[in-house]
């Protein structure tokens, strides 16, 4: 199954403004991901941009890269403008629902 | 009748007046959004709890007629064949809608446990001698053992979104409550698991099936089956207190 727009816009966002190559900024957002229990194939805009704030600059940190945070910000700025697209039904939208009343 | 024999019967009208309440919850739940998954797994319950169940205990009773344990144990199996592929087709369509494997899975189990039913059913209405209707046989065997893979494949994935959305609470991306409710779905599936085990083992072993081992796990099961199942589609306002009192704080600054 394909990856989700927010995760190709993260990983591309990465690639062209830092030293990391293709492979290198896909791990480390796939590793974010893990981290915040998220899955690069349905992951929304509004999630990647919680990760971009909350995860992504200590992963970056730790790779040395610099300006993170303004990285990180310009991330979450471009999101904005992704759109999420089809996506099926998540199993924790199901089962919010099944607890109603 | 024994302690422990007393403690089976309890957990089948703990597991019968659950499943039922909480399948007739889902079904009008279904009815208002038209989703095919509370349709699934409402009606599923519905059949497995609130009819199958009930029907084996009418069978399994004293001074039953001839023609009521058999019409009994063939709806039993047709039902329970019926339901088990309803909670096989939510499984699929919930947790793994577009992949190969889930739906090979998910379409083998349904075969597999249509095919035992029918089987089952034919069984119940045509072996000459009907008190040997609760003697092991191939189709109650096969019937089970879908069951099971169906009990450890719904477990599974259950706890594994339950692992996913526990690390999405700190960052305000999931409710505790729900993330809860993966987990108690998981543990209605291992002790749905549990509960049908002794059945399978006698299945295999052609041994007794009224042992005091077998009331035993039966008993403990099916009332931890029910609990769970109560507290994830039915949970009293202090247990939803309780969750998200104990879930860890979201941090700020989130999102756009």
């Not at chain 2, 029907?55 to 329970?80: D, F, H, N, Q, Y």
Request: aromatic share 8%.
């Amino acid at each position: 199954m394909a990856d989700s727009a927010a995760f190709e816009f993260a990983c591309s966002h990465l690639e062209s403004r830092t030293s990391l190559d293709r492979l290198a900024a896909r791990g480390t957002v796939r590793i974010a991901l893990k981290q915040a229990g998220l899955e690069a194939r349905s992951i929304t805009a509004e999630q990647m941009a919680v990760v971009a704030q909350k995860i992504l600059p200590t992963e970056l940190g730790s790779r040395g890269i610099d300006g993170v945070d303004e990285l990180c910000q310009s991330i979450v700025a471009g999101l904005r403008s992704v759109a999420n697209g089809p996506v099926s039904e998540t199993p924790d939208a199901v089962f919010k629902r099944l607890g109603g009343a | 009748m024994s302690a422990l024999e007393f403690l089976a019967l309890t957990s089948a009208v703990a597991f019968v007046t659950v499943g039922a309440a909480v399948g007739v919850k889902l079904m009008l739940l279904a009815r208002r959004t038209k989703g095919l998954p509370e349709r699934l797994i409402g009606a599923s319950l519905l059949l497995l709890s609130g009819v199958a169940w009930p029907l084996l205990l009418v069978a399994s009773g004293k001074g039953v007629s001839e023609p009521v344990i058999r019409s009994a144990m063939g709806a039993a199996a047709l039902t329970m064949g019926v339901g088990w592929s309803g909670v096989f087709l939510f499984t699929w369509q919930v947790f793994r809608p577009s992949e190969g494997w889930a739906r090979a899975l998910a379409l083998g189990g349904i075969t597999v446990e249509l095919a035992a039913a029918a089987a089952g059913a034919f069984r119940a209405f045509t072996l000459e001698d009907a008190g040997a209707l609760r003697s092991p046989s191939v189709s109650g065997l096969v019937l089970l053992l879908g069951a099971q893979t169906l009990y450890v494949w719904t477990a599974v994935e259950s706890f594994r979104y339950r692992a996913l959305l526990r690390r999405r609470i700190p960052l305000g991306l999931a409710d505790p409550l729900v993330a809860d409710r993966f987990g108690k779905w998981g543990w209605t599936g291992l002790f749905g698991l549990g509960s049908i085990t002794p059945a399978v083992v006698t299945q295999f072993t052609g041994g007794d099936a009224n042992t005091p081992a077998h009331h035993l796990v039966v008993g403990v099961c099916g009332i931890a089956s029910s609990v769970v199942l109560y507290f994830a589609f039915l949970p009293p306002a202090a247990y939803v207190r309780f969750v998200r009192q104990n879930a860890p704080i979201p941090a700020p600054g989130d999102g756009f």
